[in-house]
């Protein structure tokens, strides 16, 4: 286990409107209000064709193969994520979302792109204080988050 200490800073409440892409509205919100580390919580509507990274292809292989899911039409959405800096001091916006229709739920990382349908609310709170980024592990490939 590795971990920082934070406090909390400002608190948003943001709409993001029919047809924005989350992680991109997200982290241009961050870098416009100065905000380099977040957690967030996110319900609303995705819209169809919208994707998801739904887990790698298999397990403990390198390189590592991911899997995407396209949404093939509307679905209820409630999702959780944080913001880092990358290791140019960009916000970079790390959400996994539960996406819903009828009796079906798909769950992934949303980095591929998830579009807004209608409306998608999201409480945003600012974390201060923190020295925490993402750095790029070669050993995993992946950007991990660096307490």
Same mark, same amino acid.
């Given at each position: 286990?590795?971990?920082?200490?934070?406090?909390?800073?400002?608190?948003?409440?943001?709409?993001?409107?029919?047809?924005? *892409?989350?992680?991109?509205?997200?982290?241009?919100?961050?870098?416009?209000?100065? *905000?380099?580390?977040?957690? %967030? *919580? *996110?319900?609303? /509507?995705?819209?169809? &064709?919208? +994707?998801? #990274?739904?887990? @790698? &292809?298999?397990?403990?292989?390198? @390189?590592?193969?991911?899997?995407?899911?396209? %949404?093939?039409? #509307?679905?209820?959405?409630?999702?959780? /994520?944080?913001?880092? @800096?990358?290791?140019?001091?960009?916000?970079?916006?790390?959400?996994?979302?539960? $996406?819903?229709?009828?009796?079906? +739920?798909? +769950?992934? $990382?949303?980095?591929?792109?998830?579009?807004?349908?209608?409306?998608? &609310?999201?409480? %945003?709170? &600012?974390?201060?204080?923190?020295?925490?980024?993402?750095?790029?592990?070669?050993?995993?490939?992946?950007?991990?988050?660096?307490?």
């Amino acid at each position: 286990m590795r971990y920082s200490e934070a406090r909390r800073g400002r608190t948003f409440v943001i709409r993001l409107d029919d047809g924005d *892409i989350v992680h991109e509205e997200i982290e241009r919100f961050a870098r416009e209000q100065g *905000i380099t580390a977040a957690v %967030l *919580i *996110i319900l609303g /509507g995705a819209d169809r &064709e919208s +994707t998801l #990274v739904v887990g @790698p &292809e298999k397990a403990r292989v390198s @390189p590592v193969v991911p899997m995407e899911h396209r %949404l093939s039409d #509307v679905h209820e959405v409630a999702g959780t /994520g944080t913001i880092f @800096p990358d290791d140019e001091g960009n916000p970079v916006l790390h959400m996994h979302m539960a $996406c819903g229709r009828k009796a079906s +739920t798909v +769950t992934g $990382c949303i980095r591929e792109g998830v579009r807004v349908w209608h409306v998608m &609310e999201v409480i %945003l709170l &600012e974390l201060v204080g923190t020295t925490a980024t993402r750095d790029f592990e070669p050993a995993s490939g992946f950007n991990l988050l660096k307490p």
